[in-house]
């Protein structure tokens, strides 16, 4: 599975922004995604990941309430709408896959998911 993350840019704080995770492979569907985060100087976070078909979601404290986690395994795409955008949200955001039939806390861990993409910078300006 390969991951193609895009979408990133510089946006003032309160703004908006929607990542993308484009899947090449063909079994895109059969993995749970999640979205990490790493900002300079600092450890990658979990943001959130989405269940295989979409309808199970979960997210970091830090960001609930303002990113929204999709998915359109039609396209292979998964998205990251980022909405109240803060400074703190400054960092590479990076998409990832994993094999799923686990609990949700399993999926909060980098080393959890087989497959990532590159990273896609956001820089929130206050």
């Known amino acids: 599975v390969q991951l193609q993350a895009s979408g990133g840019g510089l946006v003032q704080s309160g703004g908006s922004l929607r990542l993308s995770c484009a899947s090449s492979?063909?079994?895109?569907?059969?993995?749970?995604v999640g979205w990490f985060r790493q900002a300079p100087g600092k450890e990658r976070e979990f943001v959130a990941r989405?269940?295989?078909?979409?309808?199970?979601?979960d997210y970091a404290a830090s960001v609930k309430g303002r990113f929204t986690m999709s998915r359109d395994n039609a396209n292979n795409t998964v998205y990251l709408q980022m909405n109240s955008l803060k400074p703190e949200d400054t960092a590479a955001y990076y998409c990832?896959?994993?094999?799923?039939?686990?609990?949700?806390?399993?999926?909060?861990?980098?080393?959890?998911?087989?497959?990532w993409g590159q990273g896609t910078e956001v820089t929130v300006s206050s």
């Open positions: 990832a896959a994993a094999t799923t039939g686990y609990s949700w806390s399993f999926y909060t861990h980098s080393a959890s998911y087989q497959y």
């Open positions: 492979g063909r079994t895109f569907g059969g993995y749970t």
């Open positions: 989405v269940g295989r078909s979409g309808g199970s979601t």
